[in-house]
Structures are given as C-alpha cells and as structure tokens.
C-alpha cells in the first residue's frame, strides 16, 4: 500500500503539470516528486533486491586511502572501478551500505529530473513514468546499472546540440560503473536521425515474429562475444545461458501487446514528435528498446539489463506524447492512459503480490533507528526470490 500511496501522489503532481508547466512550477513540482523517489530508495532499510549482495561487497571493498597507495587493487576488483571507487569513499568517511544507498539513489534522481526539462516540458510525468516503469528495477535491485543508466540519460542532451566532449565524458563514467553503457557511445552519430515509419515497423515486425516463432539465433553468438571479451566476461555469460534462473525464453505475454501497441501509438504521431527537440531521439532509443525486446527473446535476464539503458527513453516519449494533443482534456486522458500503462509495470509491488515480498512491507532506516527491531528483510528477500525462480521454471 505505501508504494501505491507514493504511486497516487505522483499522479497528482502530474495533473498539476499538465495544467503548469511554466519554468518555476516544473521546478518546484519536479522537486517535490524527486525527494519523494529519493527517499523511497534512499532510505529504504533490508528492502528490495540485492541489498544483501551490496552489503557483502561493501564489507569487502578497500578502503579509499587503501585504494591510492595501491591503484593495482582498483584494477583487480571484479566491479566497475567508479562503483569500487564511491564505495570506497563512502567507507572511508565512516558510512555504512546504507549510505551508500542514499548517496547512489540521490545521483541518480538528481541527474535524471536535470535532464528531464530538457526534454519534455512535462517532467513530471516522466517521473511518474520513470516510478511506474523502471525505478523499482533499477533504484532498488541494480543501483549500480542504475547510475550507468542516469548518466546516459543526462548525455542525451549533448547530441542534438553536437556537444561531443561533454556527451562522452558523461558516457565514460557511466562505463566505470557499468561497462555496457559503452554501447551508447556510437549512437551519438544516429540517435537524431529521422527514418521512415515503414523502417520502424519493419525491424521490430520481424523481430516480433522471430519471438512468436522461437527462431533460436542470438545465444551463440553471445557467448562467442563474451568469449572474446575475456574469461570474466566469458563466466557471466555462462551464468546467464545456464543457470535455471537466468536461462530462459521470454514468451507471448501482456508486456509483448503493450509494446506493439505503445509502438502504433507512437507511430501515429511521428511526424509531431520528430518536430519536438529531442523527440527523434527519444523515440529511437525506444526502438533500440524493442528490438533488444524481441530479437533477444533467447536471453531473457541478459535482454532485459540491457535494454534498460534505452528503455529509459519512454519516460519521456509518452510526455512527448502529451504535448502534442491540443486540448487540456485530451491530455489529461493521455495521462489516464499513461498511468495505466505505468501501473502495470509494477501492479506486482503496488498490490503486494507473493513475488513482491522483497518490497513489501517497506522498511524505512530512520525508523528503524529510532525503534530498533528484528528486521524480516532478509526471510522476505528469499522468499522473494523463490517465487522468482518458480515463475521462471
């Protein structure tokens, strides 16, 4: 209930948008959103996914002044070296993983709602977007992913403007806190291009049918990559194509509908969005999404970690979208539709099913400092992740 309650509160703030969206009211209305998915995550205690791996590896990480006497053990690290590094930091000034939570979902927030204005002149639906959609994902399982991903959605800016250095610096810090974000990199010199609809439907259409026909394809070449990429790479591959919880198919499902469907809707208003400043690339790099979706129906966990450095372009397509219906009333629909469509990405965690047990019920730290109590986060996250493996089987 206390994530559907945040949930409803967003949803407001983006009604309010919808009617002000002057400079002072985005600010002040982004703002409110923003402390509110900073502390969601920031301050969450023994909840959510991963918290235990991130524990572990914080206990393990070097100290920071350890770290500059002997750089050589930044390199021998098995994580990227930014992640390493503000780990690293955050233990040497006495912080705990806790803080390190705040700290990397503050980063993360803060570098996403900069940018948002950028993009759409509603920047509060796309937090509400970004809440529904991939906040839970990425603030509360994959934080290190998730800053990657922050930062590539902040150098999108660059691209239109043609502001190489910058667009590249932001991209290459990414990379030190998760080394997929170089795939971004090459797409600085096509994400702006304007390409037919047919061009559109045609590669996601087939891709769409090579998914409903179970046409094996990408799994070897994967693991021949990652072969080349050295015997790290090479393990994690392995895990992912062997492994019973990560080996498996994605199948016909309701997110395989939304997709086409979200897809036809923005086709139709093409034209209107690539005249917007930075529709084009918002909606190539939901294309990029869907073809990740579909051509890579083999590799399921692997599509999925990686599609979210482009996915992440939909929080501010469907504002976009919003824009370009004339009529208050007609955008407020919009909006109805748009929060549906949020809703259903995590209507798992907002209705406490089994499989959420992990975030449900929400454990706040400062509460729980307050009135220290025995903690069920640690039996809640393996229940969760068993009803995860069952799911997957």
Known sequence: MFYLICFGILVVLAVLNLQMHDRLSNQLLSGIAAILLIGIAGLRYETGGDWDSYATLFSQFPSLSRLIGRPVELLAQDVEEGFVLLN??????????????????????TLITCALPKYTKYPVVALLCYYGILYFQLEMIYIRQASAVALCFFALQYIRPRRLVPFLICVLLACTFHR???????????????????????????????????IPWIQTIFLTVAGWLGENYAEKAEMYTENAMFATSRGLSIGFVLNIAILIVVMFFKEKIDELPNGTIMLNMFAISLVLYYYCFELVEVSNRTRMFFFIGIIALLPMVLEILPIFLERLAGLIVVTLYCFSFSRGIFL??????????????????????????????????????????
Do not use: C
């Open 352 to 393: 406490e099913a089994p499989q959420a047990a992990a975030y449900n019920p929400y454990q706040n730290y400062i509460e729980y400092k307050i009135h220290p109590r025995p903690s069920t986060g640690k039996q809640r996250l393996d229940q969760s992740k068993k009803a995860f493996r069952d799911e997957r089987r």
């Open 180 to 214: 997929v974000a170089a795939l971004i990199i090459p797409l600085y010199f096509f994400l702006d291009r304007k390409l037919p609809v047919w061009l559109y439907l045609t590669v996601i259409g087939i891709g769409a049918a090579l998914m409903l026909a179970g």
């Open 88 to 109: 690293a930091l955050i233990k040497s000034l006495g912080g705990t993983v806790q803080h390190l939570f705040f700290v990397v979902t503050a980063i993360n927030i």
